[in-house]
């Protein structure tokens, strides 16, 4: 059903409806714990599901002899992502290979709900009961940051594996100058630690908030598209330039929808390549 002009939303309404989350509760500052996105974690895990769901059946169906569509995509995906790591990871793990075929194929599916109807699943959940559904869960800051978190608890861990607590920790003293005395070394470590510990700090927040800005502003754009299609209802199209104005929004649709398609495989890649050489810098065993 049409919205007449008395109940249709305003752009900012509008706007505030698609950038709304299904939560519990509103957040109590900036970091509140008892805030759950309930639409984010329910797309998360369905995807999570979906992809292991898939790789279990190509494993399950996976044969010897001339293999089929399905089989070969997966199979192609799954050298890909081993090449990648092979040449960039240079320590021995079974657990890197796996980590980045996951990050890859579970951030691209998140990313592609972005290329879903605008109101499709809003509009359906608004019908049952539900007055917000935000679909995409990469524009969620808790759920890009939990994946950004979980990288960099590894980094820690394999930090440490390698290079003894002492050794980890003495890195943050001594890079990136090394000198010889030890009269040179304590001057130097008070700068040392402060820039290099900060460096550290950033890998997570860069991991997340690169993914995050980038499918937020796709969001955005999608959702000004969206209200420039809208905008005077059908009662435009009584004009030429009404007709005109559709026709440039539609295009606008499709132009965007591909760029879109593009920038979140490509976050996707970035997030997962990123993953292995920070697991790889932090496998590597310095004197």
């Given at each position: 059903?049409?919205?007449?002009?008395?109940?249709?939303?305003?752009?900012?309404?509008?706007?505030?409806?698609?950038?709304?989350?299904?939560?519990?509760?509103?957040?109590?500052?900036?970091?509140?714990?008892?805030?759950?996105?309930?639409?984010?974690?329910?797309?998360?895990?369905?995807?999570?599901a979906?992809?292991?769901?898939?790789?279990?059946?190509?494993?399950?169906?996976?044969?010897?002899?001339?293999?089929?569509?399905?089989?070969?995509?997966?199979?192609?995906?799954?050298?890909?992502v081993?090449?990648?790591?092979?040449?960039l990871?240079?320590?021995?793990?079974?657990l890197?290979?796996?980590?980045?075929?996951?990050?890859?194929?579970?951030v691209?599916?998140?990313?592609?709900?972005?290329?879903l109807?605008?109101?499709?699943?809003?509009?359906?959940?608004?019908?049952?009961?539900?007055?917000?559904?935000?679909?995409?869960?990469?524009?969620d800051?808790?759920?890009?940051?939990g994946?950004?978190?979980?990288?960099?608890?590894?980094i820690?861990?394999?930090?440490?594996?390698?290079?003894?607590?002492?050794?980890?920790?003495?890195?943050?003293?001594?890079n990136?100058?090394?000198?010889?005395?030890?009269?040179?070394?304590?001057?130097?470590a008070?700068?040392?630690?402060?820039v290099?510990?900060?460096s550290?700090?950033?890998?997570?927040?860069?991991?997340?908030?690169?993914?995050?800005?980038?499918?937020?502003?796709?969001?955005?754009?999608?959702?000004?598209?969206?209200?420039?299609?809208?905008?005077?209802?059908?009662?435009r199209?009584?004009?030429?330039?009404?007709?005109?104005?559709?026709?440039?929004?539609?295009?606008?649709?499709?132009?965007w929808s591909?760029?879109?398609?593009?920038?979140g495989?490509?976050?996707?890649?970035?997030?997962?390549?990123?993953?292995?050489?920070?697991?790889?810098?932090?496998s590597?065993?310095?004197?």
């Amino acid at each position: 059903m049409v919205p007449s002009a008395a109940t249709a939303p305003t752009p900012n309404e509008y706007i505030v409806h698609h950038i709304t989350y299904l939560t519990n509760a509103a957040p109590r500052g900036l970091v509140d714990f008892s805030v759950v996105n309930y639409d984010s974690v329910f797309f998360s895990v369905l995807l999570g599901a979906l992809f292991v769901g898939t790789f279990y059946t190509a494993a399950r169906r996976a044969s010897d002899g001339v293999p089929g569509k399905f089989q070969n995509f997966v199979e192609l995906l799954v050298e890909k992502v081993d090449s990648q790591v092979k040449d960039l990871f240079h320590g021995q793990s079974k657990l890197i290979a796996p980590l980045a075929l996951t990050i890859f194929c579970w951030v691209l599916l998140f990313n592609l709900l972005d290329l879903l109807p605008l109101d499709l699943l809003p509009d359906a959940a608004n019908a049952v009961g539900f007055g917000h559904l935000r679909v995409v869960p990469s524009t969620d800051l808790n759920i890009v940051f939990g994946l950004s978190l979980t990288v960099f608890l590894l980094i820690i861990f394999y930090s440490v594996q390698m290079k003894g607590l002492v050794g980890f920790l003495a890195e943050f003293a001594l890079n990136p100058l090394r000198l010889s005395h030890p009269l040179g070394q304590a001057l130097v470590a008070p700068f040392n630690i402060v820039v290099e510990f900060a460096s550290f700090l950033a890998r997570p927040v860069s991991l997340a908030l690169r993914l995050y800005g980038n499918m937020f502003a796709g969001e955005m754009v999608f959702i000004l598209i969206a209200l420039l299609t809208l905008s005077g209802g059908f009662a435009r199209l009584a004009s030429v330039g009404g007709w005109g104005l559709t026709l440039v929004s539609m295009v606008l649709g499709v132009v965007w929808s591909l760029f879109d398609l593009f920038i979140g495989a490509l976050q996707a890649f970035i997030f997962a390549l990123l993953t292995v050489v920070y697991l790889s810098q932090a496998s590597e065993h310095h004197d």
